[in-house]
């Protein structure tokens, strides 16, 4: 058996396709298990950078099955222009599978997630406006209408038009704007299903056949740890589980099946949106990291949020989800800084404390307990071999790799798949 979970151990983006891109190439089947178009991988192949927001990243290769699990919740009209886009680029789709589980996103789910953001005014999440999370919220109030209803236009059309009927009462009634007309959407959406249908099929049957026939099968992490629903920085978080054990649910694979979750780490801290952030840099030296990492949101052009890397998260990521080895990434994005800082705890009401904490207030009041380290002041981006790197490097990485306790696998200098030194076997 040879399955490896990628997944993000911070607040995402933190290089996660560029590490599936890179195992990918070794793979025969690509998993996508959660999360839906408000997730963004840029994997540059050959210095041309592809942006990709719900297509695994196994499709840049050809041959590779490629598989959006029933955990995912999908957008039509954005996987089709997807599809269309990736084809137009000479790359093979065919290889694409949709599981008929998987939720659908339509349009009274967009606009419900933005209404609700501008209801919530100084408590907005920051959300991506991409109606991610009210579909999430049919699926758990059983409401939602799935890739398998889609197919069925009797099934389909039934569900939609009580769906419609609520959802226009909910908005005219508590937000004060118009709703849907019923026909308008079901002809748009039979369309859709009209062009995704050759795509769609069982996937956790097609995954179980691969595990057992000893394919090699990567799943892909959207999101991250700390915007995870149940153990990430609540509410400021996803509306899924990006943890390793999110895989599992979200792909119809058992968690025996699992056998290495790989942990990706960015060199320093980013986030997106609202929610306490110890390590953030409100000064010039987050101003630097911001403009030579190109911080900004792969799918919404946001300006991310910088600061020191925290091994304190790491290590929490590490326990949640039994992360074996640590991918790092943007390493040489550090390459200029005279000095860095690592947070290695945190320090509250005077005294050290070991848990990561579940309360925000006491999160936004935290200090944190810094080690400082002297920068390398010379590029990384051609280095590819481990021992290579310079010596001040190589000691803030093993000093990451100790407090949270988890071994060194990947260490990336740059964004193409050259630029990457395996430390450990993955698959």
């Excluded at 991610?132 to 059983?142: L, S």
């Excluded at 508590?174 to 069982?202: C, H, I």
């Excluded at 980013?270 to 929610?275: A, F, H, K, Q, S």
Aim: proline share 4%; net charge neutral.
């Amino acid at each position: 058996m040879s399955t490896v979970v990628v997944m993000g151990t911070q607040w995402g983006d933190e290089g996660k396709g560029k590490v599936v891109d890179y195992l990918a190439e070794q793979a025969d089947v690509v998993v996508r298990s959660q999360g839906g178009n408000n997730a963004g991988h840029t994997v540059v192949v050959n210095e041309m950078a592809h942006k990709l927001q719900l297509l695994p990243s196994g499709i840049l290769y050809k041959g590779k099955t490629c598989i959006l699990g029933n955990g995912v919740v999908i957008d039509p009209g954005a996987l089709i222009t997807e599809i269309k886009n990736m084809q137009a680029k000479g790359f093979d789709t065919s290889a694409l599978r949709i599981s008929n589980r998987a939720h659908v996103i339509l349009p009274y789910h967009q606009l419900l997630d933005e209404v609700e953001e501008q209801a919530r005014g100084a408590f907005k999440i920051g959300t991506t406006k991409r109606g991610i999370g009210p579909c999430y919220m049919d699926k758990m109030a059983r409401v939602g209408i799935r890739i398998v209803d889609l197919m069925d236009e009797e099934e389909f059309s039934a569900k939609l038009e009580r769906n419609i009927a609520a959802k226009n009462h909910l908005l005219k009634n508590v937000y004060g704007v118009e709703g849907f007309e019923y026909e308008a959407v079901r002809k748009e959406y039979l369309a859709y299903a009209d062009f995704l249908r050759p795509y769609v099929a069982d996937t956790s049957y097609i995954l179980s056949k691969a595990i057992k026939a000893d394919k090699k099968v990567l799943f892909e992490g959207a999101q991250a740890t700390m915007l995870d629903l149940d153990h990430g920085t609540y509410p400021y978080v996803t509306s899924s589980n990006p943890i390793a054990g999110g895989a599992s649910v979200g792909s119809g694979v058992g968690p025996s099946k699992l056998d290495k979750i790989i942990g990706v780490v960015k060199a320093y801290n980013t986030r997106v949106g609202e929610g306490p952030f110890p390590t953030e840099l409100n000064d010039e030296i987050g101003n630097q990291i911001r403009e030579t990492g190109h911080e900004y949101g792969t799918v919404t052009g946001r300006p991310r949020r910088c600061g020191w890397l925290d091994a304190c998260v790491v290590r929490y990521a590490g326990h949640l989800s039994g992360i074996d080895y640590m991918a790092i990434t943007r390493l040489d994005i550090l390459d200029e800084l005279e000095t860095l800082k690592l947070c290695v705890g945190y320090k509250y009401k005077g005294e050290i404390i070991g848990e990561y904490p579940a309360s925000l207030k006491v999160l936004a009041a935290v200090e944190p307990v810094y080690e400082e380290f002297a920068g390398w002041k010379t590029s990384t981006c051609a280095i590819r071999k481990y021992e290579d790197l310079p010596l001040n490097a190589r000691k803030y990485l093993e000093r990451l790799s100790e407090v949270a306790e988890i071994p060194l696998g990947i260490v990336s200098v740059g964004p193409n798949r050259d630029q990457t030194m395996i430390l450990k076997p993955l698959f």
